[in-house]
């Protein structure tokens, strides 16, 4: 923790007054989520959850994720356009989990009847975490890459302002100044408004594929409001609705309710409580249409945690990207230990491996959204279940990355106000834009920090255990 932060910490009363200013600046600046009493309506709402002051990050690191997040873009597109890769690495997966066999088959009959989509938009969100080291020195470790559905670019971009005024209550004016300002809603939407450009239909509307509870409506409204400022229309749609309304004219151009629709934004889709028959059809119908998905099932394929094991194998990048060494050297040097768990000899010895030091692993489905991974004694007992079935192939194991804890307060409306041994995650927003072959964006579009007592193991904002956060650049 920053040496200026220590002396507020203990000063109860300075908490208490900063505390109450923070969550008013919050309310008054929209970092705002529904209620879990209230979710489908807007008339009562209250502020996202958010720590009192910015956490702590060094600067080095931060500027290296930050660099490496073009090359990471590039490795995604890259991927989802080798069927090859794609088929060999996710085969043993298909078999046992039935959620990216579904995926997997409609990804094979697009191909199979032809693209009609020529125009790619990828929004992603790399995640990383500061490995301590015994000797003290930190380091940047990928935790993953959601390519799907990656949230919170919206709400953080609220967070900063929020903070700077904290610090200045607190008398750190000086501190507040070096906050860096940080606004991935208005990237994220740059790379759907090129997407829609190119498109090339002035009268077609833009799509948010959105979830039936939407609790986090506001996260999502910062991106459409700057979309909005640039006169692009923008509608938003459950599956459901694009089960009983959407259609494909002749040219596969997709319509909802008699409007066309150039871009489909998913913030939705990446779970299997999603998907009913209904939903599988119109995914389905998606993924058929000349639209711009965003992002396309190739895409979603990418984001596998199976994938993100492949690729940590020697080789593989140097494979998918001949003629970008630096890039995947860049690449290589955020990668955790990542294992396979596939049936054989080598699978065999880590599933051994991590039954003996559970503490040393964490075990990760192929899922997206948090609160899915398994830690310590719950992953020894999972792994012993299935070490000898198929099953275990549905799972990859990755190193437990160890970060330094720091003090810090989470505001949570109606929680006491109380310190706690927190840790962060830091994620940068990437956006990028292919037409045909030719990459015409590539862009980082901004970052999230989130933060959460050490005491939760996994899980994010929308999960109701992180809560955003600035980072304080050391």
């Keep these: 923790m920053a040496a200026g932060w220590r002396d507020v910490v203990r000063d109860p009363a300075a908490v208490r007054d900063a505390a109450a200013v923070a969550v008013d600046a919050a309310l008054l600046a929209g970092g705002l989520m529904r209620t879990g009493e209230q979710p489908h309506s807007s008339d009562v709402v209250n502020y996202a959850p958010f720590t009192l002051l910015p956490s702590v990050v060094p600067r080095a690191l931060f500027e290296q994720a930050y660099a490496v997040q073009q090359d990471f873009n590039l490795l995604v597109d890259t991927i989802s356009q080798n069927k090859e890769f794609l088929e060999q690495t996710l085969a043993s997966t298909i078999k046992v989990d039935d959620f990216t066999a579904r995926l997997f088959r409609i990804y094979m009959q697009v191909l199979e009847e032809g693209l009609a989509q020529t125009v790619f938009l990828g929004i992603n969100r790399s995640d990383y975490m500061f490995d301590c080291g015994v000797d003290g020195t930190t380091a940047l470790k990928q935790i993953e890459i959601n390519t799907i559905a990656a949230s919170f670019g919206g709400l953080t971009s609220r967070t900063a302002d929020v903070h700077g005024l904290v610090l200045k209550v607190l008398g750190k004016t000086e501190e507040a100044s070096r906050l860096l300002p940080n606004n991935p809603a208005k990237g994220l939407a740059l790379g759907i408004a090129k997407a829609w450009e190119l498109y090339g239909s002035q009268s077609a509307v833009v799509m948010f594929l959105v979830e039936e509870v939407q609790r986090n409506i506001f996260d999502q409204r910062c991106v459409e409001n700057e979309l909005w400022k640039r006169n692009i229309r923008v509608i938003r749609r459950r599956f459901r609705d694009v089960f009983e309304k959407g259609s494909l004219d002749d040219s596969r151009r997709l319509y909802m309710d008699g409007q066309e629709v ?11 409580q999603t998907y009913d028959q209904q939903n599988w059809e119109a995914r389905l119908l998606l993924e058929r249409s000349r639209a711009v998905k965003c992002p396309d099932i190739a895409t979603q394929l990418a984001g596998t945690k199976k994938v993100q094991q492949e690729l940590s194998r020697p080789g593989t990048l140097e494979k998918l990207l001949p003629g970008h060494p630096e890039a995947v050297a860049r690449m290589r040097a955020t990668f955790a230990g990542l294992y396979s768990l596939d049936e054989g000899e080598e699978g065999d010895k880590i599933a051994a491996k991590a039954i003996a030091d559970p503490e040393r692993f964490v075990l990760k489905p192929q899922r997206e959204g948090g609160g899915n991974n398994l830690y310590g004694e719950e992953l020894r007992k999972v792994l012993e279940k299935i070490r000898d079935s198929p099953e275990r192939t549905s799972y990859i194991l990755m ?34 834009v292919r037409q045909g072959q030719e990459l ?18 996994d899980g994010g904002v929308a999960a109701g255990v992180a809560v955003l956060d600035t980072p304080y650049l050391v």
């Design 262 to 272: 150039a871009v489909v934004y998913y913030r939705e889709g990446y779970v299997p």
């Design 399 to 432: 190193d437990k990355i160890k970060p330094q804890p720091a003090l810090n307060y989470l505001l949570r409306a109606h929680s006491p106000l109380q310190v706690s041994e927190c840790i962060s995650e830091l994620g940068i927003f990437g956006v990028y």
């Design 440 to 457: 015409v964006l590539n862009e980082a579009a901004g970052h999230l920090l989130r933060t959460k007592a050490i005491e939760h193991a």
